[in-house]
């Protein structure tokens, strides 16, 4: 049984967008059914292993200074994001909230936006914005290891949430590093999107609090990353208490990924104020640079992410690759000096780590052990029944390889060296599925013994029900018949799975900090 599902019932839709706009409640069905067909992909590439760019300082000459006001307090004196407040003390971090005023460009471009991301923009006009910034930060200066991340935060639900850094949050605070979430788009300040959010929007929850703030579009969300990029360099005695930042990674997941796709399209080449970008759960499309009631300059359906002097991590899960909805397999493009993508065998867009389990886990192993007694009674409703779906929904290694992800781009930024190339998941040529293996679970991809010593058959596709249920993925327990055909008995099974752990950490895919936890999470688990 697993052991706890905290009702925070609209971290789950945010965590899960598929629409562009902020406003919109349309979400892509993601419903695809499994398949078997296995036209393979390439072989992964040979590593890389020379350095394959000389990292450099950003040069912040073309973006505009907005200011800082706060710490914020008042108010109801809380802090809103996501649903419930973030434990930062059971870290040893501080958490900070200022608001970021300034005149902000929205950005248009003379010919249609390509595949190639190779866009060409100018900007179009202005508005003064006011926007808000959440920092979170070590207690203790010494502490800090001189990597900043900056999530573009997610609104599809209709509230900021930070999906990226709840996936991830286990590597980026026992690292030392700081984290700062964005208010990037109009819904989460002002309102106005999915109505379940609503009663979080900033100017709604607390109008004390956040009346002052103003947020005149997300045409203007680019250039206002910009400069709340361009703070944490120049104003690092104010936002981050004195602390200098060595490296500034832009992050964003599913909406706000297709976002950071334009962003990086657009702006990196005029705007360099990034040392990196992970780009979390996108689909195929990118983002629209200029909405109506302007003239529109839509983001194309099929955008691949240009070149840039900068490493691009993609990371995407099972969903997010192939399917009716994201379809990231559509902008694949080749690795290069400064491009990696990872694929995750056995992994959903939103699952049962990021679905609840997340919000409890404080890196003492119970999280760990909750994911893996997930696969054996993964619930169909999460939230008391407030989303019901038709089958039990994913509980795949999605967290564990975002972190290795997260470490991995850190090391490149600071080393210049990339990761060596993934192998990529083994799809259909329609694009709908994947080839399996004869316990069901996904061919291909970065491996975890989720997938490759398996108690469940763990997928990104299959799901259906209410909500956003078709990017929760599905776990298919096994039952006692089919794990006596695979192990000799508990203690086959254990040195099967302990070994599996030692594999991915030697790839990659595990961090060796999580190693420990995720054996012992097996262990503490009874199978016939």
């Known amino acids: 049984m697993i052991r706890r599902f905290v009702p925070a019932a609209l971290l789950v839709l945010a965590a899960c967008g598929g629409g562009d706009s902020g406003s919109s409640e349309t979400e892509p069905s993601t419903t695809a059914a499994e398949t078997t067909v296995a036209p393979p992909t390439s072989d992964v590439p040979s590593p890389t292993t020379e350095a394959p760019y000389e990292p450099t300082p950003p040069s912040l000459t073309d973006v505009a200074t907005a200011t800082i006001e706060g710490p914020i307090t008042g108010g109801l004196g809380q802090v809103v994001l996501g649903v419930s407040p973030f434990d930062v003390a059971t870290w040893d971090y501080i958490e900070t909230e200022y608001f970021v005023r300034g005149t902000a460009s929205s950005f248009a471009s003379d010919t249609e936006l390509s595949i190639d991301g190779e866009w060409t923009v100018t900007p179009y006009d202005t508005a003064d914005f ?16 001189g990597t900043v991340i900056v999530e573009w935060l997610n609104v599809t639900a209709g509230l900021d949430v930070s999906p990226s850094f709840d996936l991830a949050k286990n590597e980026i605070l026992r690292s030392g590093m700081v984290w700062i979430g964005v208010s990037a788009q109009r819904v989460g300040v002002e309102g106005g999107g999915n109505p379940t959010g ?87 499309r990118g983002a629209d640079l200029l909405t109506e009631p302007r003239p529109s300059v839509p983001g194309p359906q099929v955008a691949q992410i240009r070149a840039i002097e900068r490493p691009v991590l993609v990371f995407s899960a099972e969903t997010d690759v192939v399917g009716q909805g994201l379809g990231y397999r559509r ?32 890196g003492d192993g119970g999280g760990d052990d909750a994911l893996f007694a997930a696969m054996l ?36 930024i600071r080393t210049g060296v990339a990761p060596p190339p993934t192998p990529k998941l083994k799809n259909d040529a329609e694009l709908t599925g994947y080839a399996l293996d004869a316990n069901g679970n996904a061919l291909g991809g970065i491996r975890t013994p989720y997938v490759d010593v398996p108690v469940a058959a763990l997928s990104g596709l299959g799901q259906s029900g209410g909500s956003f249920c078709g990017l929760f993925g599905t776990t298919t327990s096994f039952n006692d018949e ?28 595990i961090l060796p900090e999580d190693a420990d936890a995720v054996k012992a999470s097996a262990a503490g688990y009874p199978l016939p």
């Open 130 to 145: 006011a926007t808000r910034i959440v920092v979170r930060s070590p207690k203790d200066a010494n502490d800090f290891d």
């Open 198 to 284: 609503a009663p979080r929007v900033l100017k709604i929850a607390d109008p004390e609090r956040y009346g002052s703030l103003n947020h005149p579009g997300d045409d203007y969300s680019y250039d206002m990353f910009s400069q709340i990029g361009a703070l944490v360099w120049n104003e690092s005695t104010t936002l981050l208490g004195g602390l200098v930042p060595e490296r500034v990674i832009a992050a964003g997941e599913s909406q706000s990924a297709f976002r950071l796709t334009s962003y990086i399209n657009a702006l990196a080449p005029i705007h360099d104020v990034f040392s990196g970008y992970l780009v979390h759960s996108r689909g195929a």
């Open 331 to 362: 902008a694949e493009q080749p690795e290069s000096d400064t491009f990696r993508s990872w694929e995750v065998a056995g992994t959903a867009h939103a699952d049962a780590y990021s679905l609840g389990i997340s919000e409890t886990d404080v």
């Open 377 to 412: 009674d993964a619930p169909t409703a999460v939230y008391f029944g407030i989303i019901t779906c038709e089958r039990p929904i994913n509980a795949g290694p999605h967290t564990y390889v975002l972190r290795a992800a997260v470490r991995a781009l850190d090391t490149w």
């Open 482 to 509: 089919q794990l006596a055909g695979l192990y000799d008995d508990k203690a086959d099974f254990q040195t099967k799975w302990d070994a599996a752990v030692d594999s991915a950490v030697a790839s990659g895919a």
